[in-house]
């Protein structure tokens, strides 16, 4: 009973707030979250998860133990996939970042990528960053690929220990200069002999993902893999 009442308000509720597409606009239909059926088939996805030693790959290469990396879709500033991303982090969108975890993960899952990965990190904020938005647009990612793959979310283990400036606008030097030694680890012990899974909104340099894993460096057995919803590419 109480069921079929809630349905009957979400739709009434619809009638006047209709869900709409990120991307274009449109109204969402029954089963569609974020982007319509038009948009999510012409999402401009890498397929990175597909190809060994992809462009994702590269930019980790060398500087910690990488097990494998990709990025979701391609990232493009005047585009308007942009908008997706734009609306997780800035209009307070929890339910978008889910959602596109668990679209993320539903694609990937099958190709094998996330086989043998023990627990999902994601980049922490600073305390006062996350006062200040009310969440981790990453930590909502987080969640949909967990409910998906059932991989546990590492919370608190990792944390940020300035608050940094906003990477958006700097160069590629001034990004790695910026959180150069930010993250510390909380408990390291935690991962010990595991297979990590860094998990962020966007990757640009990769200088974030990087610092992250370096406050796990010397942690025996530890391994790493990435996954990004969406990739800047140069």
Known sequence: MWQSCKLWLLSFFRLFVPRRCAVCGACLDDGE?????????????TNYHLRVDNPVEQ???????LERATSYFRYCKDGDYRRILFRMKYEGRQDDAEAMGRLMAADLVRSGFFEGVDVLLLVPLHPDKQRLRGYNQSACIAQGVSAVT????????????????????????????????????????????????LLDDVLTTGATLTACADALAGVEGVRFSVLALAVVER
């Open 150 to 197: 059932g991989i546990p979310v590492s919370v608190g283990n990792v944390r940020r220990l300035k608050f940094t400036e906003t990477q958006t606008r700097k160069s590629a030097h001034q990004r790695w200069d910026n959180v150069d030694g930010v993250f510390e680890a909380v408990d390291a012990a935690a991962f010990v002999g595991q297979h990590v899974l």
């Open 33 to 45: 979250e974020v982007l319509c059926l038009k948009c999510d088939i012409g999402m401009p996805r």
């Open 59 to 65: 930019r980790f290469w060398g500087r910690f133990p």
